[in-house]
């Protein structure tokens, strides 16, 4: 699991697995996030090489249902 040494790597790679694990259509999670289509469709094909924090935060705990401690 995540240390905080690789937390960011680790929000991004838990984010990208939940994406691939919960199979909810782009679409839906743009309408529920406000996150942009195409943002979502490259970070879902690891086009970005380092995306937003505050927008793979979002995804997450959409896709999670939690919140991230702050």
Do not use: C
């Not at 790597?9 to 984010?15: F, G, I, K, N, V």
């Not at 999670?29 to 970005?48: A, G, M, N, V």
């Amino acid at each position: 699991m995540a240390t905080k040494k690789d937390g960011m790597e680790s929000l991004h790679r838990r984010t990208l697995e939940l994406l691939k694990e919960k199979g909810i259509p782009l679409h839906v999670i743009y309408k529920e996030t406000d996150l942009p289509f195409y943002w979502l469709k490259k970070f879902r094909s690891q086009e970005i090489k380092e995306p937003s924090v505050n927008r793979v935060q979002r995804l997450y705990e959409y896709l999670s249902g939690r919140k991230l401690a702050v």
